[in-house]
């Protein structure tokens, strides 16, 4: 994930400041010319530096921070603050027409992913909003662009407009739209032609598309890892079409992320998305506030929260909860467990959601290899059906079975069964409110106890106050919302 480098530095540069009993202005400059170094590393713009490093110790001077109780608490509220502000404040929805369909015009550069995000954005329309996308192949330039997109329409089940290379794209999008307008479209998507850089003639051709299509959303598409030629990059479209927003792809890649930080900042326009994964599904809605949480080492429980409910079957999770409770959970639901958390994505990238997770060491050395839960499956299914059922019935014959029919050596068997029988205890405890639950829990996965969990002395157990107080916001609006279907 993005952020791990700048996270890092943020996080040595504010420790500093919780180690002292009292906080002086010496103090202060020392930290903030730690985050203007950690922010410059980062690849932020060095105008956004600049500016965000005077408005903190602005706000520092003016609030009397170094005065007050809990100074370092008061500036990492401070930075938190002006982190959201640098990236946007708040999340801005898609542009929409007051009568369908609404029409979106996709830009960039080639190889940022535009085709793929015009896909990704329509599936997720198509899925959440019960939409009927419709798609224009108008990039006639990069080889096998249409061919792409054609493909990506078949896998999502969206339909998709071409008329080959050879027809100039200003006549593809004028009959695409009137396809799209016999289809009864809620949205069109234009996969504008892009090129390795801006120049004149793909800049032209893009405004003629615009004259044509009168788009409600023209949306940039940027590689985060680009760095700063993706703000610069940013500027260049924005300049000639005065672009509605940006997606960045790829910040799920090797990027100091200092393009997220700078090109709201630097353009004015608000980046609405991003891409954080290969797959069709892999695209969110870009919320600055839950960003600078993460940024800061402070987790992201809201969206950790929103990723469960969209990929756990609620049914079969309210079951295992039942199960849980009354200890009767088996192997059969663990299976289940691992193949609804490998839906939601890395394991890592799931823990560090967590507050005070994201540079935790014991998590920092794991390895926390995708085969590990393949490898605990292959056990699992050398099980008979009684033996999942009933974990109990495997004494040390059934064991040494087990590791020959998995492949799997009789330490692995053991471990994942000892595994297996903590967590239930454990899991078990919590669904009875047993509270020495939760931190054996919290001891198994950070080695001693996961730093910043509520309840906590010091800094991060005031972060993850922070973030469990909006969890629970989040969930009696969502229990408000069920009672009132």
Same mark, same amino acid.
């Given at each position: 994930?993005?952020?791990?480098?700048?996270?890092?530095?943020?996080?040595?540069?504010?420790?500093?400041?919780?180690?002292?009993?009292?906080?002086?202005?010496?103090?202060?400059?020392?930290?903030?010319?730690?985050?203007?170094?950690?922010?410059?590393?980062?690849?932020?713009?060095?105008?956004?530096?600049?500016?965000?490093?005077?408005?903190?110790?602005?706000?520092?001077?003016?609030?009397?921070?170094?005065?007050?109780?809990?100074?370092?608490?008061?500036?990492?509220?401070?930075?938190?603050?002006?982190?959201?502000?640098?990236?946007?404040?708040?999340?801005?929805?898609?542009?929409?027409?007051?009568?369908?369909?609404?029409?979106?015009?996709?830009?960039?550069?080639?190889?940022?992913?535009?085709?793929?995000?015009?896909?990704?954005?329509?599936?997720?329309?198509?899925?959440?909003?019960?939409?009927?996308?419709?798609?224009?192949?108008?990039?006639?330039?990069?080889?096998?662009?249409?061919?792409?997109?054609?493909?990506?329409?078949?896998?999502?089940?969206?339909?998709?407009?071409?008329?080959?290379?050879?027809?100039?794209?200003?006549?593809?999008?004028?009959?695409?739209?009137?396809?799209?307008?016999?289809?009864?479209?809620?949205?069109?998507?234009?996969?504008?032609?892009?090129?390795?850089?801006?120049?004149?003639?793909?800049?032209?051709?893009?405004?003629?598309?615009?004259?044509?299509?009168?788009?409600?959303?023209?949306?940039?598409?940027?590689?985060?890892?680009?760095?700063?030629?993706?703000?610069?990059?940013?500027?260049?479209?924005?300049?000639?079409?005065?672009?509605?927003?940006?997606?960045?792809?790829?910040?799920?890649?090797?990027?100091?992320?200092?393009?997220?930080?700078?090109?709201?900042?630097?353009?004015?326009?608000?980046?609405?998305?991003?891409?954080?994964?290969?797959?069709?599904?892999?695209?969110?809605?870009?919320?600055?506030?839950?960003?600078?949480?993460?940024?800061?080492?402070?987790?992201?429980?809201?969206?950790?929260?929103?990723?469960?409910?969209?990929?756990?079957?609620?049914?079969?999770?309210?079951?295992?909860?039942?199960?849980?409770?009354?200890?009767?959970?088996?192997?059969?639901?663990?299976?289940?467990?691992?193949?609804?958390?490998?839906?939601?994505?890395?394991?890592?990238?799931?823990?560090?959601?967590?507050?005070?997770?994201?540079?935790?060491?014991?998590?920092?050395?794991?390895?926390?290899?995708?085969?590990?839960?393949? +490898?605990?499956?292959?056990?699992?299914?050398?099980?008979?059906?009684?033996?999942?059922?009933?974990?109990?019935?495997?004494?040390?014959? +059934?064991?040494?079975?087990?590791?020959?029919?998995?492949?799997?050596?009789?330490?692995?068997?053991? +471990?994942?069964?000892?595994?297996?029988?903590?967590?239930?205890?454990?899991?078990?405890?919590?669904?009875?409110?047993?509270?020495?639950?939760?931190?054996?829990?919290?001891?198994?996965?950070?080695?001693?106890?996961?730093?910043?969990?509520?309840?906590?002395?010091?800094?991060?157990?005031?972060?993850?106050?922070?973030?469990?107080?909006?969890?629970?916001?989040?969930?009696?609006?969502?229990?408000?919302?069920?009672?009132?279907?």
């Amino acid at each position: 994930m993005a952020f791990e480098g700048l996270t890092e530095r943020l996080q040595n540069a504010l420790s500093g400041l919780r180690r002292k009993g009292k906080v002086t202005d010496a103090d202060l400059r020392e930290t903030m010319r730690e985050i203007r170094m950690a922010l410059l590393e980062a690849d932020v713009n060095f105008g956004v530096v600049k500016e965000f490093v005077r408005n903190v110790r602005e706000k520092a001077a003016g609030a009397k921070v170094l005065d007050g109780l809990n100074p370092a608490q008061q500036i990492v509220s401070i930075v938190n603050d002006e982190l959201t502000a640098m990236m946007g404040e708040a999340a801005v929805p898609l542009n929409k027409s007051a009568k369908i369909p609404t029409v979106i015009m996709m830009v960039g550069l080639q190889g940022a992913g535009k085709t793929t995000t015009a896909g990704k954005l329509a599936l997720k329309l198509k899925t959440e909003e019960n939409a009927r996308p419709f798609m224009i192949a108008a990039d006639v330039y990069r080889p096998a662009a249409i061919e792409q997109l054609t493909t990506l329409g078949e896998q999502i089940g969206v339909p998709v407009f071409e008329l080959g290379t050879q027809v100039d794209p200003r006549e593809i999008v004028k009959q695409g739209l009137a396809a799209a307008a016999e289809a009864k479209a809620d949205y069109v998507f234009i996969d504008a032609a892009g090129r390795l850089q801006i120049d004149e003639a793909l800049m032209q051709e893009l405004v003629d598309v615009k004259e044509i299509a009168q788009p409600d959303e023209i949306m940039l598409v940027v590689d985060a890892m680009t760095g700063q030629n993706a703000v610069e990059t940013a500027e260049g479209f924005d300049q000639r079409l005065d672009i509605t927003g940006v997606t960045l792809t790829k910040l799920d890649g090797d990027t100091r992320g200092g393009a997220a930080l700078s090109i709201r900042a630097v353009t004015g326009k608000p980046i609405k998305f991003v891409g954080q994964g290969e797959k069709m599904t892999d695209l969110d809605v870009f919320y600055p506030d839950r960003m600078a949480s993460r940024i800061l080492g402070m987790g992201d429980l809201l969206t950790l929260i929103e990723k469960a409910q969209k990929d756990f079957d609620e049914k079969e999770a309210e079951k295992q909860m039942e199960k849980m409770k009354s200890n009767t959970f088996d192997f059969n639901d663990f299976i289940a467990q691992l193949d609804q958390v490998q839906n939601m994505g890395p394991l890592e990238d799931i823990l560090k959601m967590i507050p005070g997770m994201a540079n935790n060491p014991a998590l920092k050395n794991a390895k926390l290899d995708p085969k590990d839960m393949d +490898r605990m499956k292959a056990i699992v299914y050398s099980m008979t059906p009684s033996e999942r059922e009933n974990p109990d019935l495997i004494n040390p014959s +059934r064991r040494r079975r087990l590791a020959a029919g998995s492949g799997r050596p009789i330490v692995e068997v053991n +471990r994942m069964i000892k595994q297996f029988n903590e967590m239930k205890t454990m899991m078990s405890k919590m669904m009875n409110g047993n509270t020495a639950g939760m931190e054996q829990m919290m001891n198994a996965m950070g080695g001693g106890g996961m730093p910043g969990m509520p309840g906590g002395n010091g800094l991060k157990g005031r972060m993850a106050n922070m973030a469990m107080k909006q969890v629970a916001r989040r969930m009696q609006k969502n229990s408000k919302k069920k009672r009132r279907k």
